[in-house]
């Protein structure tokens, strides 16, 4: 589609036939006078005592157990930047629409203003008390497009604060989805992750916080080297540098992203568009594996890595394989965690999420599965990608958004981690059976 198309469309989209992409919708009837005052006066009463003299009764009487809250101040809005809250409102309302659709999960969009220093970037303190005091009403957080390094901030003291799931999905989504395509291209190139070598070009919110998850995954800070705008982050280097970079700074005599390049097995791409050239993919390790995720350009396009050597490349697109995108986790992070009623999103549970999106991808793929992917991915299905009883290969490391799988594999292995680790307030008993209730759940 022509970008003037997309563009006429996508107002169109967002303009007819109401405003926006979401609405509210009743679970309960209002016809009667009845209903009425079972739903408001007199009989609200009763809920609200009830609730009152037993406090957990709240997530069994209101919707909070299934309510997510898209929290921005439209600081960092996909490859915008800081555009303020007015104009990331349909970024979150797209994500309430993705919450709902896979994960059927109400989410609320919030944009906050007034929550900035005198130079328009985050206050963090600012950001933080608005958030803690929404606390009551909600079953978990997940922020979004809030600039670093207050992002950090953000997180990470609410965390602390507060007594439900705080999540902001640019940093640890792509993190943990790009971690199972990494594992599993790794494999299909007979690599071990301790001794890969790695370069990150992008030293943002979402580069390091993939950087630090590939480590917990097993990879070697020292086998890293990360890059920003200003090149190679190298021990001494005083230029741009935060306590996050500061982490990733190494003894290398490399000062630019091509010298970075050289002999590296793994690229991970958070950055601007056409910055990695075929030479640089031919000057890294045999069967180099590529992750260029800027969007709406890559680094590298796919088949100029490809023709350079390259034995996997993965981006951000849903037009090229292996789309590293962030709806194969947050619908089934959350869903997973609200179930357990889950006091936080700790580490344990991005792991597992990660290791069941890299499970997926080398399970044999049902028949009534595989219809469904053939219907969203015909090009792909007719190519053989679904094809095996082990389908995993160079152009399938990651399962495809449309799965029906994802989700429920995805919630079941959070929910069991988050059991694992203690921070499950309403266990399962029962994981098999619960897997088998969100697939259930979610073809309704």
């Not at 989410?107 to 900035?116: D, G, N, R, S, Y």
């Not at 439900?164 to 299909?188: C, E, M, R, W, Y």
Request: charged content about 20%.
């Amino acid at each position: 589609m022509k970008q003037q198309d997309l563009r006429a469309a996508a107002l169109d989209y967002h303009r007819s036939p109401v405003p926006g992409k979401i609405a509210i919708q009743l679970t309960k009837p209002c016809a009667t006078q009845r209903d009425l005052s079972l739903a408001y006066s007199p009989g609200v009463a009763h809920p609200c005592q009830e609730i009152e003299a037993n406090p957990d009764s709240v997530w069994e009487l209101t919707g909070r157990a299934n309510t997510v809250a898209v929290v921005s101040d439209g600081t960092a809005v996909l490859g915008l930047g800081n555009i303020g809250p007015e104009a990331g409102l349909p970024v979150m309302e797209g994500k309430a629409v993705l919450f709902k659709h896979f994960a059927d999960i109400d989410a609320i969009p919030l944009c906050l203003a007034k929550v900035f220093r005198e130079d328009g970037r985050t206050d963090a303190k600012k950001l933080i008390a608005v958030v803690e005091c929404l606390e009551p009403s909600l079953g978990g957080i997940n922020l979004e497009d809030i600039g670093g390094p207050a992002c950090f901030e953000v997180e990470q003291t609410l965390k602390q604060r507060m007594g439900i799931p705080v999540f902001h999905d640019d940093q640890h989504g792509t993190a943990i989805i790009s971690t199972a395509a990494v594992l599993n291209a790794l494999k299909l190139t007979g690599r071990k992750i301790e001794q890969a070598r790695f370069v990150v070009n992008g030293a943002g919110a979402a580069g390091i916080a993939c950087a630090e998850f590939y480590i917990a995954a097993g990879a070697r800070r020292e086998n890293f080297i990360l890059c920003d705008s200003k090149g190679a982050i190298y021990k001494g280097r005083k230029e741009g540098m935060t306590a996050e970079k500061e982490a990733f700074a190494v003894a290398t005599p490399a000062r630019t992203l091509a010298e970075a390049l050289a002999g590296a097995d793994v690229f991970v791409g958070l950055s601007v568009g056409n910055c990695v050239t075929a030479e640089m993919v031919r000057a890294m390790a045999k069967n180099p594996i590529l992750f260029p995720m800027a969007n709406p350009t890559p680094e590298i396009m796919p088949d100029l890595a490809l023709a350079a050597g390259a034995a996997v490349v993965g981006t951000g697109r849903s037009d090229f394989p292996n789309q590293v995108n962030n709806v194969l986790g947050f619908p089934g992070i959350f869903r997973g965690a609200l179930d357990v009623r889950a006091t936080q999103i700790n580490e344990e549970m991005k792991r597992a999420a990660s290791l069941a999106l890299a499970e997926l991808a080398t399970e044999e793929i049902p028949a009534a599965v595989k219809a469904t992917l053939a219907k969203a991915y015909p090009q792909d299905a007719a190519a053989g990608m679904f094809a095996g009883a082990n389908p995993l290969k160079a152009t399938y490391v990651i399962p495809k958004p449309f799965d029906p799988r994802v989700v429920p594999r995805v919630a079941r292995r959070v929910a069991a981690a988050a059991m694992a680790s203690g921070v499950a307030r309403q266990p399962v008993a029962d994981l098999d059976a619960y897997e088998q209730a969100v697939t259930r759940r979610l073809a309704r």
